[in-house]
């Protein structure tokens, strides 16, 4: 019977345990701090919520309305063409990990509480992999050294991933996330109800956004860069409390989170057998961000070929198999990662390529394929009238902020 180790249960590894348990298949989570709330803005996708099979308790604020706000502080009001029944889902991490982590582990999963340290790499196609851990079951940091061996390993353990170290994979480029979460008095609070904020300028991001995302009792105020230096990112960090100081008048720092995140795909997401998501595969879009989505989806889809090309569990599946996940993953959006990098590149290259960009955000088509891109995961296809008047708005947009200037 095929054993297969998951290490990180955030909500790559634990959409990837839940998909593997429910087939059958002998599933271990590993996931080093049970309480861990990963520094993130938390939004999700309206599909995510169908997909995933999400409930309503775990989503904090249902966003409606959003607030674009250019380097020079021109505010663009955008969610009109939403319809009622949809939205912006705002989460805790702590909350939606927990949720998902335990739902694959009601499933079947065997959660284990431990931090993976090395993973023995087999020199046949048919010998096991071994993986050296600290169990912290016992309720100590320490915790006692454990070893397991599995027949198929996935690596969903963040930019960090010891797995992708273990198999050699390749680094990458990544950005660093930087986040405090503010709570407000109620007054304040209230400006937030259905409203996220999302601030451009190279004060608040020289090469990403920064935002202020409404949560249960709090918003989240982060901001990101590639330029992962401890200073600048403190400045840009400041900057944004500055622009948005107005909002946050009376709030109290309730925590300070910060954590890499990647830019770009690993050279090698498979290796023998095994396979990275999420995080640790780089699955992060560029321009909005966003990686929830992505790294649950990768791991169910991954999750999904081991089911199938080991027939629930009866064979053990090859590097071959494995790779089959990557095609349908690049087949399916590759054409989004590059739309959104091409997006990044023309976008937010300096303050008049900002403007441009807050101003274009002001056009309702724009608005539409925007939302129903972001909300449905796909590179809306316009048809072609709509398609040119866009085209025709951004260079006109750019044009007039002399952001075609070399």
């Known amino acids: 019977m095929l054993r297969v180790a998951v290490v990180g249960a955030g909500p790559a590894g634990s959409s990837a345990a839940e998909t593997l348990a429910k087939a059958g298949i002998e599933t271990y989570l590993f996931e080093r701090k049970l309480d861990n709330a990963k520094p993130c803005g938390g939004a999700i996708p309206l599909c995510m919520v169908s997909e995933f099979e999400l409930p309503p308790e775990i989503i904090d604020r249902r966003v409606t309305k959003m607030k674009m706000i250019s380097p020079s502080n021109v505010e663009v009001n955008i969610g009109q063409t939403l319809k009622p029944d949809e ?79 273990a198999i050699e994979a390749g680094d990458y480029n990544y ?22 904020e999302m601030y451009v300028g190279d004060d ?70 095994v396979a990275l998501v999420g995080d640790a595969a780089g699955t992060v879009t560029k321009s909005s961000g966003e990686g929830i989505y992505f790294a649950a989806k990768s ?49 937010y290259r300096s303050d008049a390529t900002r403007e441009a960009f807050v101003e274009m955000c002001s056009d309702i088509d724009v608005q539409r394929l925007t939302f129903d891109s972001y909300l449905y995961k796909t590179v809306v296809p316009s048809n072609p009238l709509v398609q040119m008047k866009i085209t025709a708005k951004t260079i006109g947009s750019l044009l007039r902020g002399n952001a075609l200037a070399p």
């Open 87 to 165: 939205y912006i889902g705002m989460c805790r991490r702590e909350v939606l990990d927990g949720f998902m982590r335990d739902r694959a582990a009601r499933l079947g999963a065997k959660l284990i509480n431990g931090t993976v340290y090395q993973l023995d790499i087999p020199t046949t196609d048919r010998e096991a992999y071994t993986l050296h851990y600290a169990d912290h079951s016992n309720g100590t940091k320490t915790g006692e050294m454990k070893s397991l061996k599995v027949d198929l390993v996935i690596g969903a353990d963040g930019a960090n991933s010891r797995v992708a170290k």
């Open 175 to 196: 950005a660093i996330a930087f986040q405090e979460r503010i709570r407000l008095p109620e007054a304040q609070m209230a400006y937030y109800e259905d409203l996220a």
């Open 204 to 273: 608040v991001s020289t090469d990403f956004y920064a935002w202020v995302f409404p949560k249960h009792d709090h918003v989240a105020v982060g901001t990101g860069t590639m330029k992962a230096h401890k200073a600048t990112i403190k400045n840009l960090q400041a900057g944004i409390r500055a622009r948005a100081a107005h909002r946050l008048v009376g709030g109290q720092i309730i925590k300070v989170e910060a954590h890499p995140i990647p830019e770009h795909p690993r050279p090698h997401r498979v290796r023998g057998r």
């Open 299 to 347: 791991a169910r889809m991954c999750a999904e070929t081991i089911v199938a090309a080991s027939n629930s569990g009866q064979r053990i599946p090859t590097e071959a198999d494995l790779k089959r996940y990557l095609k349908l993953w690049d087949r399916k959006y590759g054409m989004t990662y590059k739309v959104l990098d091409l997006l990044q590149r023309v976008f």
